[in-house]
């Protein structure tokens, strides 16, 4: 039972442009939401997370936006760099009720950004 | 660098054997979550320790152990070890473990090949 749906395993962006990556959740517990970025040989880079009180967050290129009622979330990255070509995790938590588990990842996106 | 260094990089074993993997957190970090990474299933959360104590399990098998040392480093022990046990396995740290701000800083990774 995934919890945590990423349901585009790849996603080419011309640079400059604007990638929009998705992520569903089905666990109505969690409230903690949070992106990751992954090269190849190294481990998940922590960009941006949401709390579930907030329906946006901002940081630089990247923003995080969460709807709350359609148990979604996107992570926009304007504009779209070749250095961003990575995967892409999504990962939530539920942070008062099972606050010493550890992060529930989705299986990633693939992102390209094309010159 | 997110500070948090794991060894060995690679490993190469047989089926039927016994590893341990190491893990420092960043420095300051109390808590130390292990996780594996295989090509079907994602990142699946396998155990946290805080400051020496377990404090949650998630995916982990009766087969895997870990510990908690005083000077914060973790090691994650696999036994009696199965062609499927192959995998990335992560460790990643973060200052508390449980809200406000736990953003989990991963480390390179240690990548097991049972043959």
């Known amino acids: 039972d995934q919890q945590v749906k990423q349901n585009s395993p790849s996603l080419s962006v011309q640079e400059g442009r604007i990638s929009i990556l998705n992520c569903d959740y089905t666990n109505s517990m969690f409230d903690y939401f949070l992106w990751y970025k992954k090269y190849p040989a190294e481990g998940p880079t922590f960009l941006i997370s949401?709390?579930?009180?907030?329906d946006k967050n901002e940081d630089g290129r990247f923003t995080v936006f969460l709807n709350k009622s359609a148990k979604h979330l996107s992570l926009h990255i304007v504009p779209s760099q070749p250095g961003d070509s990575a995967v892409y995790f999504c990962a939530a938590k539920d942070r008062y009720g099972g606050g010493a588990d550890g992060l529930t990842f989705g299986k990633g996106t693939h992102l390209i950004i094309q010159p | 660098d997110s500070g948090v260094t794991q060894t060995p990089k690679h490993l190469i074993t047989a089926t039927g054997q016994r590893v341990t993997l190491r893990c420092s957190p960043r420095s300051g970090d109390l808590s130390v979550y292990w996780y594996q990474q295989s090509l079907d299933q994602g990142l699946q959360f396998l155990i946290h320790?805080?400051?020496?104590?377990?404090?949650a399990k998630g995916n982990i098998l009766e087969r895997f152990s870990a510990q908690q040392f005083p000077d914060l480093h973790s090691e994650l022990n696999l036994s009696s070890l199965e062609l499927g046990d192959s995998a990335l396995y992560f460790c990643?740290?973060?200052?508390?473990?449980?809200?406000?701000?736990?953003?989990?800083?991963f480390g390179p990774g240690t990548r097991l090949t049972v043959l």
């Open positions: 949401i709390s579930s009180i907030k």
């Open positions: 320790y805080y400051n020496g104590e377990e404090r």
């Open positions: 990643a740290s973060s200052v508390v473990g449980t809200p406000p701000g736990d953003e989990q800083f």
